[in-house]
C-alpha cells in the first residue's frame, strides 16, 4: 500500500525526529489468530489507551475488517472513538459511570458501562429510570485482584436483587485474572472459581474473564468473550517464551549528528559514562519526551545499578548498544564497529520491531511493552501499512 493522506499522522517524516510503522495486516492476523483459539468464544478487541498508543481511528476498522464486532474502552470519550470508527460495534466502558450525568453520554453513544459497585449499579438505576429506558449494562466482579469490581457477595446480592426487580439488564458478567501470565499461579483457579459461581447467578448472560495470557489457561477459562489485548499489538503473551504474534509496531530514530569521541571523554548528562575506546557516536532524535523510556540509558539511572543489560537500537544489520544517559529529544548509540562511514546523518536506527523485539525493549528499561506502547508520544511520523507494502 502506497503511502497517502489516509495512511499517515503526525508530522511529515521529513520533518519528524522519528518514526512508527503500523502493520494492520499483522494486527488483523494476530486478532484472528486468537480468535481462532478462542472459539466458540467470541474474541473482543481491547483498545483502550487510545488502541495501546497506535490509534483508535485506525486500529478499531481493521480488527473490525478481521471480523470482530466487541471492543473494550476504559472511558467514555473512548467509546465515542470507536463508534465514530465502527458505527455498528458493541462497546464496553470498564471504567464504570463517574457519575448520574454521565449516563447521557453512555446513551448518546450507545455504550454499555461496566458497573463495579454497589454505587455504579444506583447511578445507572437511577439513569435508566430518568431516561424511561431498561438500558443494557455489564457487572464487574474482583474475584482477587482488588482493582475495580465487585465483591462476590455484592454481585451474588445484586443478582438475586435485579431478578426480581429488573431495575437493570445486564449482558455480560466479567472479571479480569491477576496471575494469568504465571500459568502455574495458584491464584488463577481460586479467580475462576469465584468467577464461576457469580456467573452462575446471572444464567443467560454472557461472561469474560481472560486477556491475552489467560487464554492460553484453557477453555474453561475463555468463558463466552475473551479480551486478549498486547498479544494484538505483537507483544509476547508470555514472559519469557517465544513470541508466536507477527510483529506490528516498528519504531525508528532518525540520526541527527555523527560524532567522533576520543577515548577517555564522556558522553551525556552527569557524565556518567566514560569511553574505554575512540568511539563513533551516532546521536539520534529520541528521548523520553517520545516514550522512550530515560531507564533504559547505559549508565546514570538506577536500573543500571543491577545486572540487567541496558537498552540497544539496531542499524545496518546490527545491534548497537545506548550509551550513557537518554536525554529528553536525543540519545546516543555506539556505531562503532559498524566502521567509519557506514552511519550518516538522516539514516534510521530501529528502536523495536523485526530485529529488536518490543519486549526486549521494554525489559531493558525495566517495564512491560504495555507501557512502551502506551507511552508513545506525538512526535512520530506515523505510518500505517498493510504487511510492509
Same mark, same amino acid.
Given at each position: 500500500?502506497?503511502?497517502?493522506?489516509?495512511?499517515?499522522?503526525?508530522?511529515?517524516?521529513?520533518?519528524?525526529?522519528?518514526?512508527?510503522?503500523?502493520?494492520?495486516e499483522a494486527l488483523?492476523?494476530?486478532?484472528?489468530?486468537?480468535?481462532?483459539?478462542?472459539?466458540?468464544?467470541?474474541?473482543?478487541?481491547?483498545?483502550?489507551?487510545?488502541?495501546?498508543?497506535?490509534?483508535?481511528?485506525?486500529?478499531?476498522?481493521?480488527?473490525?475488517?478481521?471480523?470482530?464486532?466487541?471492543?473494550? /474502552?476504559? $472511558?467514555? +470519550?473512548?467509546?465515542?472513538? *470507536?463508534?465514530? @470508527?465502527?458505527?455498528?460495534?458493541? %462497546?464496553?466502558?470498564?471504567? !464504570?459511570?463517574?457519575?448520574?450525568?454521565?449516563?447521557?453520554?453512555?446513551?448518546?453513544?450507545?455504550?454499555?458501562?461496566?458497573?463495579?459497585?454497589?454505587?455504579? /449499579?444506583? $447511578?445507572? +438505576?437511577?439513569?435508566?429510570? *430518568?431516561?424511561? @429506558?431498561?438500558?443494557?449494562?455489564? %457487572?464487574?466482579?474482583?474475584? !482477587?485482584?482488588?482493582?475495580?469490581?465487585?465483591?462476590?457477595?455484592?454481585?451474588?446480592?445484586?443478582?438475586?436483587?435485579?431478578?426480581?426487580?429488573?431495575?437493570?439488564?445486564?449482558?455480560?458478567?466479567?472479571?479480569?485474572?491477576?496471575?494469568?501470565?504465571?500459568?502455574?499461579?495458584?491464584?488463577?483457579?481460586?479467580?475462576?472459581?469465584?468467577?464461576?459461581?457469580?456467573?452462575?447467578?446471572?444464567?443467560?448472560?454472557?461472561?469474560?474473564?481472560?486477556?491475552?495470557?489467560?487464554?492460553?489457561?484453557?477453555?474453561?477459562?475463555?468463558?463466552?468473550?475473551?479480551?486478549?489485548?498486547?498479544?494484538?499489538?505483537?507483544?509476547?503473551?508470555?514472559?519469557?517464551?517465544?513470541?508466536?504474534?507477527?510483529?506490528?509496531?516498528?519504531?525508528?530514530?532518525?540520526?541527527?549528528?555523527?560524532?567522533?569521541?576520543?577515548?577517555?571523554?564522556?558522553?551525556?548528562?552527569?557524565?556518567?559514562?566514560?569511553?574505554?575506546?575512540?568511539?563513533?557516536?551516532?546521536?539520534?532524535?529520541?528521548?523520553?519526551?517520545?516514550g522512550y523510556p530515560?531507564?533504559?540509558?547505559?549508565?546514570?539511572?538506577?536500573?543500571?545499578?543491577?545486572?540487567?543489560?541496558?537498552?540497544?537500537?539496531?542499524?545496518?544489520?546490527?545491534?548497537?548498544?545506548?550509551?550513557?544517559?537518554?536525554?529528553?529529544?536525543?540519545?546516543?548509540?555506539?556505531?562503532?564497529?559498524?566502521?567509519?562511514?557506514?552511519?550518516?546523518?538522516?539514516?534510521?536506527?530501529?528502536?523495536?520491531?523485526?530485529?529488536?523485539?518490543?519486549?526486549?525493549?521494554?525489559?531493558a528499561a525495566g517495564?512491560?511493552?504495555?507501557?512502551?506502547?502506551?507511552?508513545?508520544?506525538?512526535?512520530?511520523?506515523?505510518?500505517?501499512?498493510?504487511?510492509?507494502?
Amino acid at each position: 500500500m502506497a503511502p497517502d493522506s489516509q495512511n499517515v499522522a503526525g508530522p511529515e517524516m521529513r520533518f519528524a525526529g522519528a518514526s512508527l510503522t503500523i502493520d494492520l495486516e499483522a494486527l488483523k492476523a494476530n486478532y484472528a489468530a486468537l480468535a481462532q483459539v478462542c472459539a466458540p468464544a467470541v474474541t473482543a478487541g481491547v483498545v483502550k489507551a487510545d488502541a495501546y498508543g497506535l490509534g483508535i481511528d485506525r486500529v478499531a476498522p481493521a480488527l473490525a475488517d478481521a471480523g470482530c464486532t466487541r471492543f473494550f /474502552v476504559a $472511558l467514555p +470519550e473512548e467509546g465515542a472513538a *470507536v463508534r465514530r @470508527a465502527v458505527p455498528e460495534a458493541t %462497546i464496553y466502558v470498564l471504567n !464504570g459511570l463517574f457519575s448520574e450525568e454521565s449516563g447521557s453520554l453512555y446513551l448518546q453513544d450507545r455504550l454499555i458501562p461496566v458497573l463495579n459497585s454497589p454505587v455504579d /449499579v444506583r $447511578l445507572w +438505576e437511577t439513569f435508566c429510570g *430518568v431516561s424511561g @429506558a431498561r438500558l443494557p449494562c455489564a %457487572i464487574n466482579i474482583d474475584t !482477587g485482584m482488588n482493582r475495580l469490581g465487585m465483591t462476590v457477595e455484592e454481585a451474588l446480592a445484586f443478582a438475586e436483587e435485579n431478578a426480581l426487580t429488573q431495575a437493570i439488564d445486564p449482558v455480560l458478567v466479567m472479571s479480569h485474572l491477576a496471575c494469568a501470565d504465571d500459568q502455574a499461579h495458584p491464584m488463577n483457579r481460586r479467580q475462576l472459581e469465584s468467577f464461576q459461581e457469580v456467573a452462575a447467578a446471572f444464567p443467560g448472560i454472557e461472561s469474560s474473564l481472560v486477556n491475552s495470557a489467560g487464554i492460553l489457561l484453557g477453555a474453561e477459562y475463555h468463558g463466552s468473550v475473551t479480551r486478549p489485548g498486547i498479544a494484538v499489538y505483537g507483544g509476547a503473551i508470555l514472559p519469557g517464551t517465544a513470541n508466536p504474534m507477527r510483529v506490528v509496531v516498528t519504531a525508528e530514530a532518525r540520526v541527527a549528528q555523527i560524532r567522533h569521541a576520543r577515548a577517555g571523554e564522556t558522553v551525556s548528562y552527569g557524565a556518567t559514562q566514560t569511553l574505554s575506546r575512540d568511539t563513533i557516536i551516532a546521536v539520534a532524535a529520541i528521548g523520553y519526551a517520545d516514550g522512550y523510556p530515560r531507564a533504559g540509558s547505559a549508565t546514570g539511572v538506577a536500573l543500571r545499578q543491577t545486572n540487567r543489560p541496558a537498552g540497544h537500537g539496531f542499524i545496518q544489520g546490527q545491534r548497537v548498544p545506548i550509551l550513557g544517559r537518554i536525554t529528553m529529544d536525543l540519545t546516543m548509540f555506539d556505531v562503532t564497529d559498524l566502521g567509519p562511514g557506514m552511519v550518516a546523518k538522516g539514516d534510521m536506527i530501529e528502536l523495536f520491531g523485526p530485529n529488536l523485539p518490543i519486549d526486549e525493549a521494554a525489559a531493558a528499561a525495566g517495564t512491560i511493552s504495555y507501557e512502551l506502547l502506551t507511552s508513545l508520544g506525538r512526535r512520530y511520523h506515523r505510518r500505517y501499512v498493510e504487511s510492509g507494502r
